[in-house]
């Protein structure tokens, strides 16, 4: 390989932090209607979500399905955040 490197593209927050997304949301059920509510989740899909027994593994859900779908997903679901995870987000972009 050779020549010059190709700048990075942008990486969308709510992918640069999963994993700490993934530790720190508490306050998903407000999150998981705005996404339904926002059609970027189904009634089943919410559902089988808030089913499972952790934050942790109804986040991990979400990265493993709809947040893999679109930017436009990805968007809807960083506003969410802002609106129910603030303090979380803001510390996030610090970094």
């Given at each position: ?50 089913a499972l027994p ?42």
């Open positions: 390989c050779g020549g010059t490197p190709k700048p990075m593209a942008s990486a969308h927050f709510v992918d640069k932090h999963r994993v700490q997304l993934i530790q720190r949301v508490s306050n998903i059920a407000p999150i998981l209607d705005e996404l339904q509510y926002k059609e970027v989740i189904d009634q089943e899909q919410y559902d089988k979500i808030r952790t934050s942790q593994d109804k986040m991990r859900e979400l990265y493993s399905g709809p947040l893999k779908a679109s930017a436009a997903c990805k968007d809807i679901f960083y506003e969410s955040l802002l609106a129910n995870e603030k303090f979380l987000v803001e510390d996030l972009s610090k970094k």
